[in-house]
């Protein structure tokens, strides 16, 4: 009731603001003042405020009952005005908290995928896509992409990525450099420069129309910036497409080391993205299903690029992340069956090849059911994107295009996915007033790194096919999921230790009441330092 009875007042506090102009049209100044005190009373009287939205402190989540049916509760989209910039409004079917926090600007007012958090370190900036450079904007004020926001363009960059820490700092691909920009400062760091490197320059010097590295724009580093993947691309390939990607290779940022490289023939050479798994273990290929050799489907391999495993029969819309265990996962829709599926970075996880195959043995989760079915009434009329930068967490939004109507219940619905292999949930977000007529208005939806924010695109369903967008932005509920804990460091990393001797560990999640077991003994002492450092006491014995 809060909800519908917010937005109401919101929408009839406009009307009468012009109720009172007309009423007093020869003195505006007055109209003005009378309005703004009626306003007040209104609002103090009705204990809702109008422009500072909280969550009630009973808040939870609305649960999908059965995600891996087709058929769920549905929640058809309620007509609502195009909201105002920098004024939070409640969603309509699930009481989150939205807030329009760009404006209308060509598609420079969007963010740029699904798979990554457009948002610095803090949150204190923002990256956003460009029609030529990247714009990055402070966020302390909206709108975001407001002139006096603007930090600073960076010109000539590609894949740009933050730092997991630095809320300064950004990374880049240019060419075939990884360089770092400090963003208030504009210094420029280059980290490795791969036409100097040498494995990599001797190729790129023998084949001088490869013009960059690149993942395709979809693959990460590892988490802590340590392992990378990439592509060399040339312009000229002499057989078969000319912008065929050349070789795949691995870097060991803190070695500075390409552990392998490998060539790819024209055979293999169907790939929509390279990347390497949140913690480094392994390297991601996104083959395609009509790719051959060994790079067929959705690949993983070693990272010096000498074994291969098919994950899956292609590669479609995913992202890569942890589940609620801090295992290594990518979350994909499965083009055979019609799910979206969770599955392990792992050797035991085997493809479902036939259409409709079983997932018995197959060491995957079915999450949700992507109900296509033209015959039915209830059949689903969406496209999916999927991010999965929270640990623990994924979200699904959903994209439709003009005149197809909302039907099924993922239909014009961003949803959130607990990922658990034993018992997975699902819950709706928000509804999504944004239709699909060009590739730069799909929704895109990505959470942030630390799941406190969820921002999609938004045309509101005007001028449909112009990329004409918006992002909106949904404030999570405080404490709403409990992530996995990630260890990135154990210090000392080198030389022998025994019981007594202390290790500090770093990462991030760590909670209060965290238990550390070294070997098969729990340590002796253990003292969480903050979420991001955990300091403990070796136990006797032996290790």
Not at 103 to 130: C, K, T, W
Not at 292 to 321: I, P, W
Not at 498 to 526: H, L, M, R, W
Request: net charge negative; proline share 8%; hydrophobic share 35%.
């Amino acid at each position: 009731m809060r909800t519908f009875i917010n937005q109401f007042l919101r929408q009839k506090l406009r009307q009468e603001e012009m109720v009172f102009l007309g009423f007093f049209g020869k003195r505006p100044k007055m109209a003005k003042r009378l309005f703004f005190t009626w306003a007040c009373i209104l609002s103090i009287l009705t204990c809702f405020p109008l422009f500072a939205l909280e969550y009630p402190p009973d808040y939870t989540f609305v649960e999908v009952p059965d995600p891996l049916s087709g058929d769920n509760p549905t929640y058809p989209l309620i007509p609502m005005d195009v909201p105002v910039i920098g004024e939070s409004f409640y969603d309509l079917r699930f009481g989150t908290i939205l807030t329009r926090v760009t404006e209308i600007n060509g598609i420079n007012g969007r963010h740029e995928y699904s798979r990554f958090d457009p948002f610095n370190a803090n949150q204190s900036m923002v990256v956003l896509l460009p029609e030529n450079d990247w714009f990055v904007y402070r966020t302390q004020s909206m709108l975001y992409n407001q002139s006096s926001n603007l930090v600073m363009v960076l010109h000539g960059m590609a894949e740009p990525r933050w730092a997991p820490n630095d809320p300064n700092l950004i990374w880049c691909l240019q060419e075939f450099r990884i360089i770092t920009v400090n963003v208030q400062t504009g210094q420029e760091t280059i980290i490795k420069d791969f036409s100097q490197d040498p494995t990599i320059g001797p190729i790129i010097t023998a084949e001088p129309d490869v013009y960059r590295i690149t993942t395709k724009d979809e693959g990460e580093s590892s988490m802590d910036k340590r392992f990378w993947a990439f592509m060399l691309q040339g312009y000229n390939a002499p057989d078969g497409d000319p912008y065929r990607p050349r070789y795949i290779f691995t870097w060991d940022s803190q070695q500075d080391n390409v552990l392998g490289v490998y060539p790819i023939p024209l055979s293999e050479a169907a790939i929509d993205w390279v990347g390497v798994s949140p913690k480094g273990n392994w390297v991601l290929i996104g083959g395609l299903d009509y790719n051959g050799g060994n790079l067929v489907g959705l690949t993983m391999a070693n990272k010096e690029l000498t074994q291969f495993h098919r994950l899956d029969y292609t590669t479609a819309h995913s992202d890569v992340g942890l589940d609620i265990e801090g295992n290594e996962v990518i979350v994909m829709q499965n083009t055979r069956t019609d799910y979206i599926d969770l599955l392990p970075i792992d050797l035991n996880t085997e493809p479902i090849l036939e259409p409709g195959g079983s997932y018995e043995g197959t060491n995957r989760t079915p999450l949700i059911r992507l109900f296509y079915a033209d015959w039915s009434p209830i059949g689903l009329n969406s496209g999916v994107h999927i991010s999965c930068n929270f640990p623990g967490y994924c979200v699904v939004s959903t994209n439709i295009e003009p005149s197809v109507p909302e039907q099924n219940w993922l239909d014009r619905t961003i949803t959130l996915v607990k990922l658990d292999q034993t018992q997975p949930r699902v819950f709706y977000l928000a509804k999504v007033y944004n239709t699909t007529g060009a590739y730069w208005e799909e929704t895109h939806a990505t959470i942030t790194n630390d799941g406190s924010k969820v921002v999609w695109v938004s045309n509101w369903g005007q001028d449909v096919g112009q990329e004409k967008v918006f992002l909106l932005q949904l404030d999570m509920p405080e404490e709403p999921m409990t992530p996995p804990p990630i260890i990135e460091r154990i210090s000392p990393e080198i030389g022998a230790i025994s019981g007594g001797d202390e290790v500090t560990i770093t990462g991030n999640y760590f909670q209060d009441d965290a238990t550390i077991t070294i070997g098969d003994n729990p340590a002796t002492e253990v003292t969480v330092d903050s979420p991001t450092q955990i300091t403990a006491q070796i136990p006797p014995g032996e290790l």
